[in-house]
């Protein structure tokens, strides 16, 4: 499948580029305003320290961008524009879109080789978006705030009055979704005035990326490759939990932050659900 002719996206003329040396060196620390005993013991973890990344002979076809506040307004016009842009998280590189337009999801499942009926999370920027794409009415007040921004992906409910388009996850009546620790991915979903469907920077079936040279074999299909260095949280992945029932949790993927994320569970009453047979 050639993906690059159906969906690549303009590219500034070559002329007109200055080669990218290096990145300098970024920090991404936890907000300041985090209280609770979930982030204050992932800070480090979830910190982004960027050391300096060569990307002088990548950056040729002009695809790669620092992943800061001055680059924010193009990325969201990209997203805005249906296209598909590869972020930096708090756990992995992720390829994102606007959830709500059916061509650019499609993008998405094309350039990974992933199935339909695989589902996509969606992201959003703060916690208070999320009773917009999900039903959350039945959680514990305050529950969200202590899980989020951070490593987890809550599954929940669709409900009636989701706003998402009904052909992202066809068939499904829950959502997973994220709010990273990370400050670019948050500025441009707030910015694209939507949720973006986010899923890992990989061919699927693939190991993760930490780094934008793990899918530097994917850039071409990209509208722009943000660079946030190489992420020192592993290859696990965020931690998926089923907030779907009230009073009940169930861990569908350990990820990064199984033990706090159960804590917090935990402390909040929730009771793990047990599947029976």
């Not at 303009?10 to 080669?19: A, F, G």
């Not at 990307?55 to 990209?78: P, Y």
């Not at 989020?148 to 809550?154: A, D």
Request: with cysteine; glycine share 10%.
């Amino acid at each position: 499948m050639n993906i690059s002719t159906r969906f690549g996206a303009k590219l500034p003329l070559l002329s007109n580029l200055v080669p990218i040396r290096e990145v300098p060196k970024l920090v991404f620390l936890p907000f300041s305003h985090r209280k609770r005993g979930f982030r204050s013991g992932f800070s480090k973890k979830m910190a982004l320290n960027v050391e300096k990344y060569d990307v002088g002979v990548e950056n040729q076809l002009g695809l790669i961008r620092s992943a800061t506040e001055s680059n924010a307004d193009e990325a969201i016009e990209a997203l805005k524009a249906g296209k598909v842009i590869a972020v930096p998280t708090d756990t992995l590189y992720g390829f994102a879109c606007d959830a709500c337009s059916s061509e650019a999801v499609n993008r998405i499942y094309d350039i990974k080789g992933r199935k339909h009926t695989s589902p996509l999370a969606i992201c959003v920027g703060d916690v208070s978006d999320i009773e917009h794409f999900a039903v959350t009415d039945h959680l514990p007040h305050g529950l969200l705030d202590s899980l989020l921004p951070g490593p987890v992906t809550i599954v929940l409910g669709r409900g009636e009055s989701s706003i998402l388009e009904k052909s992202l996850n066809p068939g499904l009546d829950s959502i997973g979704v994220r709010v990273p620790d990370s400050d670019f991915i948050r500025i441009i979903a707030r910015g694209s005035g939507s949720a973006l469907a986010l899923t890992s920077a990989n061919l699927s079936g693939q190991p993760s990326s930490v780094s934008i040279k793990d899918f530097e074999n994917l850039w071409e299909h990209c509208a722009y490759v943000y660079e946030g260095g190489v992420l020192p949280a592993g290859r696990a992945g965020s931690t998926v939990v089923d907030l779907t029932k009230p009073g009940k949790y169930r861990i569908l993927r350990p990820g990064s932050a199984k033990e706090e994320t159960v804590a917090i569970l935990e402390n909040y009453s929730l009771l793990e659900e047990v599947l029976s047979g």
